[in-house]
């Protein structure tokens, strides 16, 4: 067992913890939404994702899903090479008291409390769905907010398909977007549809799939000398991106022409209003993602 760990079990079993709890309420993480404001209409457990011993970004985790509802972060234009992938996990979700940084899994077995409280590697492996990131390395400037979001409680279960295709596509064009025509700052929230009935999951109700995945981003303040196709792209956009190619076709058509391992995951931008319809039909509430989406008025 390595020293850290071990450390890291020394203050479950203690209850000993230097910081504010980092799970159950978003007070410590709120400058990663946009003025402060969390999406409201979805209910989960807040968390306030710290890695060494800084908060990076937020997500509103489901423990009975074992997976999370979205995440909220700060674009920042990225740097340098994809980290080296350290699967991380949530010690607060096992042990309330325990030290708020996300911890490497460690080799041999886990702690039966982190098991039962989340997803954990062996959930992933031998499936047939990638770790799919809500918040993107990609998105980050710092090596350490990139390897931040190698934990999995930032992860849904995501079919290569998209994965590897239409859905990364998405994630560079907003890159490439908001790094050439946002001027100040960015906030993101990406986040899961489930399925309306006959929820599928990982491993015998481990760890639940989504049906559809979804993302938008808000910056407020912009170049004003766009493009003719962005125009419609500030301050707000949105999209929402199949994870199942059997999925019905009412809010993300198929293009029949794409390759034969992309087609069927395929992904639709649109406006915020129509993402947060679709939000509410699927959810049965209203919800609402940015701050008087992104109006910029107090």
């Avoid at 702690?111 to 998105?139: C, F, K, M, W």
């Avoid at 400037?141 to 079919?159: A, C, G, I, W, Y």
Wanted: a negative charge.
């Amino acid at each position: 067992m390595s020293l850290f760990y071990a450390v890291a079990l020394l203050a479950f079993t203690a209850g000993w913890c230097p910081c504010v709890a980092d799970v159950g309420d978003f007070t410590s993480c709120l400058q990663f939404f946009y003025r402060s404001w969390p999406p409201k209409g979805l209910a989960g457990t807040p968390i306030c994702q710290q890695y060494y011993n800084q908060y990076r970004f937020a997500t509103l985790y489901s423990r009975w899903r074992r997976s999370p509802w979205f995440s909220a972060y700060k674009y920042t234009v990225p740097t340098g090479k994809r980290p080296t992938t350290s699967w991380k996990f949530e010690p607060q979700l096992a042990y309330p008291g325990a030290d708020g940084n996300m911890i490497p899994f460690p080799p041999g077995p886990l702690d039966q409390n982190v098991v039962d409280s989340q997803a954990v590697e062996l959930d992933y492996i031998n499936s047939t769905y990638s770790r799919g990131h809500l918040n993107p390395s990609l998105h980050h400037q710092t090596h350490e907010d990139r390897s931040s979001t190698f934990t999995l409680t930032n992860v849904v279960p995501q079919k290569a398909g998209s994965n590897d295709g239409p859905w990364e596509l998405l994630e560079w064009a907003v890159n490439g977007t908001l790094a050439d025509y946002c001027l100040g700052e960015a906030y993101i929230v990406t986040g899961i549809i489930p399925y309306q009935k006959d929820e599928h999951w990982l491993k015998n109700h481990r760890v639940a799939v989504p049906e559809y995945m979804w993302s938008a981003y808000c910056c407020p303040n912009y170049n004003n000398s766009l493009p003719e196709e962005l125009k419609d792209a500030f301050p707000t956009y949105a999209a929402i991106g199949r994870n199942d190619r059997n999925s019905t076709e009412e809010i993300v058509p198929v293009c029949q022409t794409a390759k034969k391992q992309f087609r069927g995951y395929d992904v639709r931008q649109m406006p915020l209003a129509t993402l947060e319809m679709y939000l509410r039909d699927r959810f049965n509430t209203v919800v609402s993602v940015f701050y008087e989406q992104c109006s910029g008025s107090v």
